[in-house]
C-alpha cells in the first residue's frame, strides 16, 4: 500500500513569493492534516480536514495560509506571500477517521516538504 | 496551555542495550498518547500508543509505561540497534472529543553506538 504522497520534497523560494504544497493521502483515509516542523521541533498542526471540510486550523496564520481538499482526496497547502519564518518542514498526514485511538485514527505522515525562505 | 517535554534532549546507546525514552505531559486530560520515531530526512513513524485506561503496552521490542499519576510517559527499546537510531517524539491527544489533534514533544535524539 502507498503512503501519503508529498512534493515537492525541497523548495527554496524568496521572500513575499508565494509557495504551493501538495499532499496525496493513503488511498481510502478521510481525514488529512497539515503540520508545520521547525529544526529541531515536533509538528504543530495547522489544519485538519474531514473530507473536504477544514475542521481546525487555529496555529495558521489566516492572513497568508490558506489550504483546500478539493474532492476529499489530494490537498493544497498555500502560503502567499512567504515570510522569513515560514522556513520549515511541511508535513501531511493522513487517518482512516478523525477521533478514535488504534487503527482508525492513527496518523500516517507523508516525507514532507523542506521549505527554505531567502 | 498544553505542554509536553522530554527530560534528555539527545541519548546515546551502546548497540545491544535497552533504551529508555522519558516524556512529561502537563494536562491530566490527555487520553491517548503515541511514540513516533523521526529519520533524518522522513515524516514520523508511528511506532505505538496507549489509552490512558492502561498504564503498559508491550509491541515488537518496545514498551510504552504510562503513570498518570505523575504525568510521565516513557518508551523502552529493547536490544536497541542501529536502525533505532533517530529522533523519537511522544506526543498526546486530549480524548474524542477533541478529535485526532496531536500536541508533540520536543524529541529525543537517540545515537546507537556499533
Known amino acids: 500500500e502507498a503512503g501519503v504522497v508529498q512534493s515537492p520534497r525541497y523548495k527554496i523560494i524568496e521572500k513575499k513569493q508565494p509557495v504551493a504544497f501538495w499532499c496525496n493521502p493513503i488511498?481510502?483515509?478521510?481525514?488529512l492534516y497539515w503540520y508545520r516542523q521547525n529544526l529541531g521541533q515536533g509538528p504543530e498542526l495547522l489544519i485538519r480536514?474531514?473530507?473536504?471540510?477544514?475542521?481546525?486550523d487555529s496555529q495558521s496564520p489566516k492572513d497568508r495560509f490558506s489550504a483546500e481538499r478539493l474532492k476529499g482526496v489530494d490537498s493544497t497547502l498555500k502560503i502567499q506571500p512567504a515570510e522569513l519564518g515560514d522556513s520549515a518542514v511541511y508535513l501531511c498526514a493522513s487517518s482512516l477517521t478523525g477521533v478514535g485511538a488504534g487503527a482508525q485514527g492513527t496518523q500516517y505522515f507523508g516525507p514532507g516538504t523542506r521549505l527554505l525562505v531567502l | 496551555g498544553e505542554s509536553v517535554g522530554l527530560h534528555l534532549p539527545t541519548l546515546s546507546v551502546q548497540e545491544g542495550d535497552n533504551s529508555i525514552i522519558n516524556c512529561a505531559y502537563s494536562n491530566s486530560a490527555s487520553d491517548y498518547f503515541i511514540w513516533y520515531k523521526q529519520e533524518s530526512g522522513k515524516g514520523p513513524q508511528f511506532i505505538i500508543d496507549?489509552?490512558?485506561?492502561?498504564d503498559k503496552r508491550q509491541g515488537q521490542r518496545v514498551t510504552v509505561l504510562l503513570n498518570k499519576t505523575v504525568k510521565h510517559l516513557s518508551l523502552q527499546i529493547a536490544a536497541t540497534q542501529p536502525g533505532d537510531s533517530a529522533v523519537y517524539f511522544c506526543?498526546?491527544?486530549?480524548?474524542?472529543?477533541?478529535?485526532?489533534?496531536?500536541?508533540f514533544g520536543g524529541g529525543t535524539r537517540v545515537l546507537v553506538k556499533p
Open positions: 488511498s481510502g483515509h478521510n481525514t
Open positions: 496507549i489509552r490512558s485506561n492502561m
Open positions: 506526543a498526546l491527544a486530549l480524548g474524542e472529543a477533541a478529535g485526532n489533534k496531536l500536541t
Open positions: 480536514y474531514e473530507n473536504e471540510e477544514a475542521v481546525d
